[in-house]
């Protein structure tokens, strides 16, 4: 009986993991992952394979795995060249009242900062500035422009 | 500004018939306006040449301002000036009741000007026509360049004799003006009268400029600047043009609005990700914390007796409206409708709190009770944001933005302005694109 229930539970997981993980590749279409931005198309780089922004989801200001690995490289990037400053710029989309994005993306350039910062690089070599939702990379309104707006990016100050 | 005001000798002599019959109800949508011939005003012939001014037509141009104020307040319905049945001078000494009538014209305004020693002398009156009274008889003088506020004036006094409630036509609004593609906007501060004539730009473009909105007497205007790229909130004297930056704080503040005793700025101040709203007094610099919360908490804007203060911030997690004392203490959210919530702005008559609501994609302005019951979405659209209210309260504008295809294309930014009965929704004659608006005051009270 109990085994027979264990069983269902069981079976029960493996079905919803099924379903979700169909779900999330349905979401997956191009370059969007759920609602964050995976594509290369709007990417500089600080030097060869030091990605120079980050992407978030609508509203939010957590990172994703891809947006931690990006940061990783930067924060390298940014040991090996121990004059260099940067300023993190924070944006959203268009899709928000123009006062709350100014304080989310003032929000997403920090999420990024305190993860260089936990990596060792020194909070006085970082300023953050938020655009909110005033310097869109890409000006079309659709889910893609959106997605690659809503983003953090590193500039080297010096 | 000021000089104006000392210029302007207002004698007023109010003609309070207790049987007047006129009224016009502007607390519904009216669907039935009311049919008003507004004479052009007699020009004495014994005025003088003025340069730069065409004194003969005058009276007929500030008749036109009136007119077109009327019209689009959406309660009047201005009649044809072919129809009309007396000439000017003739029907404003008293005019022949039956005859007007027979042009279903309810109310009649007649005026007559003179233009002498560099001043403009001007008297009106109104006629209730169904009754056959004088309804108001006023003059006053001032400097023949104010004409147009002279039109704004006439039409203040009789709308407010018609409807019961001030008027709003005697103000300005002051906007950002936007020029170039979307994804490198040049941005403006820009004032203008409430009808969209002489528009004056505060700032040259060279940096990024945000939210203004008017202190009570509309001589300063507090903003947002990105000067040096440092964005912090400012403060503009309309008149001598000198700016300075709103107190000493070490990261970006925004989203200013100034208290409605005009001594303080309250704003947001966001540092290591971290919104909160602090209150500056003007004279003191004194700086007051007012918000401690980890969430986003911005756009603030104070109730207009000065008690509380209305503002929206994700400690729900999404965006939502909150309503506090002005100390901080006794935060309560009252917005808990399907979709997410912001820019809460206070009506000036204490009533009501208009917001901008995003749902399912689209955005609406809306109205509700300070206690967030009665919520009424007034215009649902792509984008629009920002409503600021008309001085009598009866009247939101806000900007709308519409969709942009590729490289920016049809992208564009507006004013518009709509009744809070939900009627009478139309589009501001700006220059530019334009956003951001903040109405005044009435300029003279």
Known sequence: ????????????????????????????????????????????????GVPDRVFFATNKSSLTSASRATLRKQATFLRKNKNLNVTIEGHADERGTREYNLALGERRANAAKDYLMTYGISGKRISVISYGKEKPVNPKSSPIAWSQNRRSVTVKVN | MKKFIATLILSIFLNNNLNALIEVDITRGNLDPLPIAVSPLHVDIKSEKIEGLEVRVLGEKISEIIEKNFKNTGLFNPLQKDAFVQKPDIAHLKPRFEDWRLIKAQALITGKILVKDNKLKVEFRLWDLTAAQEMIALA??????????????????????????????????????????????????????????????????????????????????????????????????IETGTQEIVGNFPGMTFAPRFSPDGKKIIMSFAKDGNSDIYTMELDSRLVERITEHSSIDTSPSFSPDGKFIAFNSDRSGLQQIYVMRSDGSN???????????????????????????????????????????????????????????????????????????????????????????????????????????????????
């Open chain 1, 1 to 48: 009986m109990k085994l027979e229930k264990n069983l269902k539970n069981i079976l029960l997981i493996f079905f919803t993991t099924l379903i979700l993980s169909a779900c999330s590749t349905a979401k997956k279409t191009g370059d969007i992952d759920g609602d964050v931005y995976t594509g290369k198309e709007t990417v500089e780089y600080l030097a060869s």
């Open chain 2, 140 to 237: 006053f003088t001032t400097t023949p360049s104010n004409w147009r506020r002279v039109a704004h004036i006439i039409s203040d006094k009789i709308y407010e004799r018609l409807t019961g409630e001030e008027g709003y036509f005697d103000t300005r609004i002051i906007y950002v003006a936007e020029s170039g593609p979307k994804n490198q906007r040049v941005k403006k501060l820009a004032i203008m009268d409430q009808d969209g004539k002489n528009t004056k730009y505060l700032t040259l473009g060279n940096e990024l400029v945000l939210t203004p909105r008017f202190n009570p007497t509309n001589q300063m205007v507090t903003y947002m600047s990105y000067f040096r790229n440092m964005p912090r909130v400012y403060l503009l004297d």
């Open chain 2, 331 to 445: 935060v309560k959210r009252i917005t808990f409708g399907k979709g997410i919530y912001g820019t809460p702005v206070w009506s000036p008559r204490g009533d009501l709190i208009a917001f901008t609501k995003m749902h399912k994609g689209k955005f609406f302005i809306g109205v509700m009770r300070t206690d967030g019951t009665g919520e009424r979405l007034l215009t649902e659209n792509y984008y629009q944001e920002a409503p600021s209210w008309s001085p009598n309260g009866r009247v939101l504008v806000f900007y709308r933005e519409t969709k942009a295809g590729d490289k920016g294309k049809g992208f564009s930014a507006k004013l518009w302005s709509i009744d809070i009965t939900g009627y009478n929704e139309r589009k501001l004659p700006t220059k530019t694109d334009a956003s951001d608006p903040s109405w005044s005051s009435l300029l003279s009270k």
